[in-house]
T-cell receptor
């Protein structure tokens, strides 16, 4: 099984450009999450989807939008990228809720110039 | 504010030694604590979860205990492949900041 797959692995954008980070899981999990990881800080939750058709804000949602396309796929969109959004982005999933172990993808390394 | 702190930030044991690390947390409405490991350039991988103070869990060479406001993790007979960053995630019941991750302890095993 592939687990959680993220694309792309690397991306460089210019300030003001938009892009969508893709995430798919093949474990039939209900809950999916987007995090960012910055130097000297723990993972921070951007948005999550407790189940297909629902999304909720996490700790740092400003500047981002998400779409739970179906049970497998959860995308993260930057509408107008800013240098402060330079980070490593991780998608994760869990069977039912955040109370359960999360399975992470290997991340998208995003640089915004 | 919900916080998770790790100690030490860096650990460099010799191969075969015991590695000892811990995290402390300050959160409201605690639900459970999870330990993860992360290799450089990879996503975190879940190691184990604990739910109430006094809870102990062993998984292979990993041994973890949940204390009132923290957790300790021991890795016995460390091997070079154990080198990674280990961190806690504290899950709350309710609220926006449902999960708080620590920065972790970087373990570098000396062969």
């Amino acid at each position: 099984n592939a687990g959680v797959t993220q694309t792309p692995k690397f991306q460089v954008l210019k300030t003001g450009q938009s892009m969508t980070l893709q995430c798919a899981q093949d474990m039939n999990h209900n809950s999916m999450y987007w995090y960012r990881q910055d130097p000297g800080m723990g993972l921070r939750l951007i948005y999550y989807s407790a189940s297909e058709g629902t999304t909720d804000k996490g700790e740092v949602p400003n500047g981002y939008n998400v779409s739970r396309l179906n049970k497998r796929e959860f995308s993260l969109r930057l509408e107008s990228a800013a240098p402060s959004q330079t980070s490593v982005y991780f998608c994760a999933s869990s069977l039912e809720s955040m109370n359960q172990p999360q399975h992470f993808g290997d991340g998208t390394r995003l640089s915004i110039l | 504010e919900n916080q998770v702190e790790h100690s030490p930030h860096f650990l460099g044991p010799q191969q075969g030694d015991v590695a000892s690390m811990s995290c402390t947390y300050s959160v409201s409405r605690f639900n459970n604590l999870q330990w993860y490991r992360q290799n450089t350039g990879m996503g975190p991988k879940h190691l184990l979860s604990m739910y109430s103070a006094g809870y102990e869990k062993q998984k292979g060479r990993l041994n973890a205990t949940l204390l009132k406001n923290g957790s300790s993790l021991y890795i016995t007979a460390v091997q070079p492949e154990d080198s990674a960053t280990y961190f806690c995630a504290v899950v709350r019941s309710g609220g926006y900041q449902k999960v708080t991750f620590g920065i972790g302890t970087k373990l570098q095993v000396i062969p």
